[in-house]
T-cell receptor, first 110, second 113 residues
Framework: SQTIHQWPATLVQPVGSPLSLECTVE??????LYWYRQAAGRGLQLLFY??????ISSEVPQNLSASRPQDRQFILSSKKLLLSDSGFYLC?????????FGPGTRLTVL | SQQGEEDPQALSIQEGENATMNCSYK?????LQWYRQNSGRGLVHLIL?????REKHSGRLRVTLDTSKKSSSLLITASRAADTASYFC?????????????FGKGTLLTVNP
């Protein structure tokens, strides 16, 4: 069966520091992968999606970037965090039009 | 931008009652899905209904889709305290390699024991 992992689960970072969040999928090959951000009490905002290694599409201009160095690995990064980057970050993959989500990373930027 | 808009934003009911949540969207879709999110957790897929379908059932869940009105509803029958969560609708585009879902802001359902 397929599983999706995210780490870390929780992160507190100062403004201006770098960020690296990792997502890995097991049990499937060549999945479409997605990064979402969820602000408190809000819906999900699609940040990036990837259809293959090295292929990244950005949905909104922002302080973040994404990379896909391996087939089942998706990384969300920032060189310098802003206060507005705080939120709940979710990784997902798609199978037959349904998205399956990881457990999320709660990021607090102070 | 938000495609789906859930209504109401919050709903509080007693255990055993039915809960109905609505979703409206703006553009044409390939499918509409409902997801559930417990506080601080990832989203869990509940049910998918395609644009050529009008109604779908899964256990205590019933979803309807009216493409002429660009709306959907999720009915949870005989609710339980464990149903307390946020519920999101999401619309899927035409599919293929650029397949994306657009999520609404969600309905927070509280089921009181």
């Amino acid at each position: 069966s397929q599983t999706i992992h995210q780490w870390p689960a929780t992160l507190v970072q100062p403004v201006g520091s770098p960020l690296s969040l990792e997502c890995t999928v097991e049990g499937t090959s060549n999945p479409n992968l997605y990064w979402y951000r969820q602000a408190a009490g809000r819906g999900l905002q699609l940040l990036f999606y990837s259809v293959g290694i090295g292929q990244i599409s950005s949905e909104v201009p922002q302080n973040l970037s994404a990379s896909r160095p391996q087939d089942r690995q998706f990384i969300l990064s920032s060189k310098k965090l802003l206060l507005s980057d705080s939120g709940f970050y979710l990784c997902a993959w798609t199978h037959e039009d349904t998205q399956y989500f990881g457990p999320g990373t709660r990021l607090t930027v102070l | 931008s938000q495609q789906g808009e859930e209504d109401p934003q919050a709903l509080s009911i007693q255990e055993g009652e039915n809960a109905t949540m609505n979703c409206s969207y703006k553009t044409s879709i390939n499918n509409l899905q409902w997801y559930r999110q417990n506080s601080g957790r990832g989203l869990v897929h509940l049910i998918l209904i395609r644009s050529n379908e009008r109604e779908k059932h899964s256990g205590r869940l019933r979803v309807t889709l009216d493409t002429s009105k660009k709306s959907s509803s999720l009915l949870i029958t005989a609710s339980r305290a464990a149903d307390t969560a946020s519920y999101f609708c999401a619309t899927g585009n035409s599919g293929g390699s650029n397949y994306k879902l657009t999520f609404g802001k969600g309905t927070l359902l509280t089921v009181n024991p």
